[in-house]
């Protein structure tokens, strides 16, 4: 009888997960999210006669509440709603419906470097102020703090005359925020007011000003203007100026507190591309997924056709292989180097040794005697002691003590709180496995040194190996000079490309390690609430900062060349960039402290004075990027999707995703099987490639180097002679191919030159 109420007891609970499952189920199928409609604009059925109305009918025949959120006539046919899954797969059903795409959330990829790069050199490749002034650079991120003098419109011209832009007046902007510098501002919030509720304005402003600072210092790397006696705090003082310092800016702010929805995005880049901007830098990354169901990539693609050079940050989940965002060939992908300039501060430990790290702390120094020196881990009563986080440091052992803290879990300036709220009067950051060398310097709050991994382990280890450790931590200095530079940093994500492995990325690296740039006035360096400083200039890192360079100097070469396609402009960049420093030797990779690869840089670090005069373009039409589509096999509903025309792939031709004119190459390989991997069995690949003479005539020869012995290439032919401008010549690399094992990779790189230009590609082999 008893081990029958247990099999009913069982019984019992069984059925009640079982239904409670089904429930559960049955809410999320009810619940209701945003989706991006995507219509085959052409195809309107017979029965309407305008859009507006099939979109309106169409919506209401799959949902009697929904609503359109944004209606989408440039970057994407179509429009935004919030529908139930069932409601989703209902309308993704009818007539006209390419693909019905759930909203992503996507995230923000968070004064010396102009001299860096060499545009403070005096040369007549670069275009005067009145052409530079016709290049319109748009910025999608957190908005802008229009007072700044990185703003100032002075010996501007008037705005161009194609600009059809506008200042949309909002929370604590009005139109006379915008200027001759500053030609545009909108917001973009319905996505994320669906998903979070009205904007709580107490806490961030319903308009383009932006409350975050993101915006602000990526906008100002971009274009801002010159601006004298700019620094942080004291440090990294001189003349602050963007890339592109008299270019003109169009923000549009799509990240809120709550992140950067892909409904919002959409609506903006929709915005941006008809408006007229020329450029567009978006410093935002989110999930991977192909092409025709990647918001990004698809608005990319038409803001491409339509002549806009669009750069994306990389993101930063380096030094994970694979880590990469933003990998479509129509977007030039960034990753983050360092600059020649840091932030040193002195550590001396109670033994006398003596150690390194950077600071942006510029408040009350601690005195010169030695204080007692602490281990976060060793001071807690959780987990979380080791990374000081929040609520994790014992404050009786932790007062008027430096404590050491590991970097990662939380907020680097976080910790720094953390250790203050317990009473500690200080904090040493130190790096672990994860970030290796890398030394990021921020404003704390309190005096502070980040260190790496090398001399936190150093640290830790005088601390457990003596009874009363004690340290004391100098005040921080700004070094110039700092080499080698640039090296890779380490957050910078790296490739191989997850999406399409054939196509190298990143694209480039440019400076993103501890960059000055303008600041909003809503919150202090650190971005805390309980920071009560407020500043014009800010420095922060991160692939975020890096990707408004490359914007920035893609307006400088558009202003010398308009007539060059985004294509053109990228090959440019890409192809003049180097690999290398003075010295001979390769970029260092700062997580591995070797060399770093084209997996890491991609083509190189960016030199804009170079890139003003590459000489040749590896040039790309619609039709290229087409055939593209059709090397991945992707159907015409897919095409459509991703590309808004109507394209169907000839069974007759062949397409290769080794013929797409990529100004990189990037061979993945098969490993065979067998003994050592197949290692006697070999397999010939052919890429084709195609250059354009964007420079006076000209003889070419090629030179080939590589790391490998697993791969013969061969080009033919050797030597292109040009002999008119726009000239359009083609070779082909042969690679012969022995098997290696599975996760191999090795680098090449093909050079063409006539003397005075060297026209470079990495190329990259990887065995799978």
Known sequence: MKSLKFKLVEIFLFLSLYYACIAAEEKIQKAKRTYIVHVDKSNMPETFTDHALWYDTSLKSVSDSASVLYRYEHVVHGYSTMLTTEEAAALGEQPGILSVLPEVIYELHTTRTPEFLGLEKSTTLFPTSDSMGEVIVGVLDTGVWPELKSFDDSGLGPVPSRWKGECQVGKNFSASSCNRKLIGAKFFSKGYEVAFGPIDETMESRSPRDDDGHGTHTATTAAGSVVPSANLLGYASGTARGMASHARVAVYKVCWLGGCFGSDIVAAMDAAVADGVDVLSMSIGGGLSEYYSDTVAIGAFTAAANGIFVSCSAGNGGPIPSSLSNVAPWITTVGAGTLDRDFPASITLGNSELHSGVTLYNGKQLSDSMVPLVYGGNVSNSSGGALCMAGSLIPEKVARKIVVCDRGGS??????????????????????????????????????????????????????????????????????????????????????????????????????????????????????????????????????????????????????????????????????????????????????????????????????????????????????????????????????????????????????????????????????????????????????????????????????????????????????????????????VTFKTSSMPSGTTSFARLEWSDGKHIVGSPIAFSWT
Not at 517 to 545: C, E, K, Y
Not at 613 to 630: E, K, N, Q
């Open 411 to 732: 907020a680097r300036v976080q910790k720094g709180v953390v250790v203050k709220d317990a009473g500690g009067i200080g904090m040493i950051l130190t790096n672990t496995d994860t970030f290796g060398e890398e030394l990021v310097a921020d404003a704390h709050l309190l005096p502070s040194a980040a260190v790496g991994q090398k001399t936190g382990d150093a640290i830790k280890k005088y601390i457990s190996s003596t009874r009363n450790p004690t340290a004391k931590i100098g005040p921080g200095t700004t070094k110039l000079g700092v080499q080698p530079s640039p090296v890779v940093a380490a957050f910078s994500s790296r490739g191989p490309n997850p999406v399409t492995p054939a196509i190298l990325k990143p694209d480039i690296i440019a400076p993103g390690v501890n960059i000055l740039a303008g600041w909003t006035a809503a919150v202090g360096p650190t971005g805390l609430q309980s920071d009560p400083r407020h500043v014009n200039f800010n420095i922060i890192s991160g692939t975020s900062m890096s990707c408004p360079h490359v914007s920035g100097l893609a307006a400088i070469v558009k202003a010398a060349h308009p007539e060059w396609s985004p294509a053109a402009i990228k090959s440019a960049l890409m192809t003049t960039a180097y690999t290398a420093y003075k010295t001979g030797q390769k970029i260092e990779d700062v997580a591995t402290g070797g060399p770093a690869t084209p997996f890491d840089y991609g083509a190189g670090h960016a030199d804009p004075v170079a890139a003003l005069d590459p000489g040749l373009v590896y040039d790309a039409t619609i039709d290229d990027y087409l055939g593209f589509l059709c090397a991945l096999n992707y159907t015409p509903n897919q095409i459509k999707s991703t590309t808004h025309r109507d394209f169907t792939c000839q069974t007759s031709k062949k397409y290769t995703l080794g013929d797409f004119n990529y100004p990189s190459f990037s061979v993945p390989l098969e490993t065979a099987s067998g003994r050592r991997g197949g290692a006697d069995s070999s397999s010939i690949i052919k890429y084709t490639r195609t250059l354009t003479n964007v420079g006076a005539p000209a003889t070419y020869k090629v030179s080939l180097h590589s790391q490998t012995q697993a791969v013969k290439m061969s080009v033919k032919p050797e030597i292109l002679s040009f002999k008119a401008q726009y000239e359009k010549k083609s070779y082909t």
